[in-house]
């Protein structure tokens, strides 16, 4: 379940049970309890913000207490894995901060067992990521409830002047704090294997997305492009299953595309792999926010990407500074001699527009061009 609702007085689980989930508390008060020579102790009383049942996930041990609410609950479970993979992801020193915790937390339970004072009470560092937990958390119920969308940003051909393609960029709309920009939760469900089950949902959305703009006729071969992080295609299979959705949907050639995007250093193995099998499968692949941080001219040296995608870094600066008219004119040049497309992205003014024109880049994106819009604006407006 996503989450779990209790009843004052309903057992979350009881000592000597196999260890199952972990739960973060929505709200609600969960008591912690053990037995003293038959008679009950309280060992905590926890509220929303804290986590219960996490040591026998941890340890992969039988329960050492009980759990039960006191007041109406709502939990998050955290299953092994979820675990797991935030152990596996932490810096080792925290890992044996961890460990020494939990031993002396199974230590002061069994010395209490057997008449000893009470064990420590949770210090603040325990608290520490429970924040982030909590909103990958409610970003797994997002998925569930279909509170992600996909806002779509037209690409501007600009030789033939018209919308040839968008691209797909991901939004999610939290109850409380409305829209959430992807710079806040992408990196977040990277950081687990959550960003598996959202890239699928990004995937899937946008290749229902082509069909409606096939449908629709508003531009001639319309395509979308997808943004797929490095980090992302580093989870075994994943590439597999793109392709297999898109294959699924039938798509003309060319009508999904990818994008990289970087963070990282590349694994060129890896993504060479990766672009081989997508041209394979008619799917082209973009280097994304080229010029800025890691992405950079190794990576064409070494991958044959499709398209290149020059930071809007480049386009801001490109008027006032001739260094960086010099750069994008080179990297347009550049692109055509590895015979890939060239798209500026922070198109904002006519004057950007027309310098492009002068270089001969294929595509434009920027706010004049168009912001990003949900679909069904989209297809509205035509
Ligand atoms: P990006 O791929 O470089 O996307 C372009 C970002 O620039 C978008 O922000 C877009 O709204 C914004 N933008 C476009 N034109 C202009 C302009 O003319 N001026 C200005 N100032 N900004 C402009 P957004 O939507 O917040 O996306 C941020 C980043 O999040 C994206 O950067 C992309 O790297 C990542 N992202 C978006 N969707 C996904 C997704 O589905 N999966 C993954 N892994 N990452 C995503
Ligand atoms: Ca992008
Ligand atoms: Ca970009
Ligand atoms: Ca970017």
């Given at each position: 379940?996503?989450?779990?609702?209790?009843?004052?007085?309903?057992?979350?689980?009881?000592?000597?049970?196999?260890?199952?989930?972990?739960?973060?508390?929505?709200?609600?008060?969960?008591?912690?309890?053990?037995?003293?020579?038959?008679?009950?102790?309280?060992?905590?009383?926890?509220?929303?913000?804290?986590?219960?049942?996490?040591?026998?996930?941890?340890?992969?041990?039988?329960?050492?207490?009980?759990?039960?609410?006191?007041?109406?609950?709502?939990?998050?479970?955290?299953?092994?894995?979820?675990?797991?993979?935030?152990?596996?992801?932490?810096?080792?020193?925290?890992?044996?901060?961890?460990?020494?915790?939990?031993?002396?937390?199974?230590?002061?339970?069994?010395?209490?067992?057997?008449?000893?004072?009470?064990?420590?009470?949770?210090?603040?560092?325990?608290?520490?990521?429970?924040?982030?937990?909590?909103?990958?958390?409610?970003?797994?119920?997002?998925?569930?409830?279909?509170?992600?969308?996909?806002?779509?940003?037209?690409?501007?051909?600009?030789?033939?002047?018209?919308?040839?393609?968008?691209?797909?960029?991901?939004?999610?709309?939290?109850?409380?704090?409305?829209?959430?920009?992807?710079?806040?939760?992408?990196?977040?469900?990277?950081?687990?294997?959550?960003?598996?089950?959202?890239?699928?949902?990004?995937?899937?959305?946008?290749?229902?997305?082509?069909?409606?703009?096939?449908?629709?006729?508003?531009?001639?071969?319309?395509?979308?492009?997808?943004?797929?992080?490095?980090?992302?295609?580093?989870?075994?299979?994943?590439?597999?299953?793109?392709?297999?959705?898109?294959?699924?949907?039938?798509?003309?050639?060319?009508?999904?595309?990818?994008?990289?995007?970087?963070?990282?250093?590349?694994?060129?193995?890896?993504?060479?792999?990766?672009?081989?099998?997508?041209?394979?499968?008619?799917?082209?692949?973009?280097?994304?926010?080229?010029?800025?941080?890691?992405?950079?001219?190794?990576?064409?040296?070494?991958?044959?990407?499709?398209?290149?995608?020059?930071?809007?870094?480049?386009?801001?600066s490109m008027?006032?500074d001739v260094r960086s008219m010099a750069i994008v004119?080179?990297?347009?040049?550049?692109?055509?001699?590895?015979?890939?497309?060239?798209?500026?992205?922070?198109?904002?003014?006519?004057?950007?527009?027309?310098?492009?024109?002068?270089?001969?880049?294929?595509?434009?994106?920027?706010?004049?061009?168009?912001?990003?819009?949900?679909?069904?604006?989209?297809?509205?407006?035509?």
């Open positions: 379940p996503l989450r779990v609702q209790l009843e004052a007085g309903d057992l979350l689980f009881r000592e000597g049970d196999e260890p199952g989930a972990a739960f973060l508390i929505e709200s609600g008060t969960i008591e912690v309890k053990t037995h003293q020579r038959g008679d009950e102790v309280v060992l905590s009383l926890l509220g929303p913000g804290d986590l219960v049942g996490e040591m026998a996930v941890i340890d992969d041990a039988p329960r050492t207490a009980t759990a039960t609410a006191v007041s109406a609950a709502v939990l998050f479970p955290l299953d092994r894995q979820q675990i797991a993979d935030r152990l596996a992801a932490t810096d080792p020193i925290v890992r044996s901060l961890l460990e020494g915790q939990l031993k002396r937390y199974r230590g002061a339970l069994a010395a209490l067992q057997g008449k000893q004072p009470m064990p420590d009470t949770p210090t603040p560092s325990e608290r520490l990521g429970t924040g982030r937990i909590r909103l990958e958390a409610q970003l797994r119920e997002a998925l569930a409830n279909r509170h992600l969308e996909l806002s779509y940003q037209p690409l501007l051909s600009v030789a033939e002047d018209r919308v040839a393609g968008f691209e797909a960029l991901v939004r999610w709309n939290h109850p409380e704090r409305g829209w959430i920009s992807p710079g806040e939760f992408v990196a977040l469900a990277e950081e687990t294997s959550l960003i598996v089950p959202v890239g699928e949902y990004v995937i899937d959305t946008a290749c229902d997305a082509v069909g409606r703009l096939i449908a629709a006729g508003t531009c001639r071969a319309p395509f979308v492009a997808v943004n797929v992080s490095a980090r992302q295609l580093a989870h075994p299979g994943l590439i597999e299953r793109i392709v297999a959705r898109v294959d699924a949907a039938r798509l003309p050639r060319g009508s999904l595309k990818i994008e990289i995007t970087e963070s990282q250093v590349l694994d060129y193995t890896l993504v060479a792999g990766i672009i081989d099998v997508c041209h394979g499968h008619g799917i082209k692949v973009a280097l994304d926010d080229f010029g800025t941080g890691y992405s950079h001219l190794c990576h064409l040296h070494r991958l044959p990407f499709d398209t290149i995608k020059v930071d809007q870094s480049f386009s801001r008027l006032d004119e080179t990297i347009v040049r550049l692109g055509h001699a590895l015979s890939a497309d060239i798209v500026v992205e922070g198109i904002e003014t006519p004057e950007q527009l027309e310098a492009l024109r002068r270089l001969g880049c294929q595509y434009a994106q920027g706010y004049l061009i168009g912001r990003p819009q949900r679909l069904d604006v989209l297809l509205a407006s035509g």
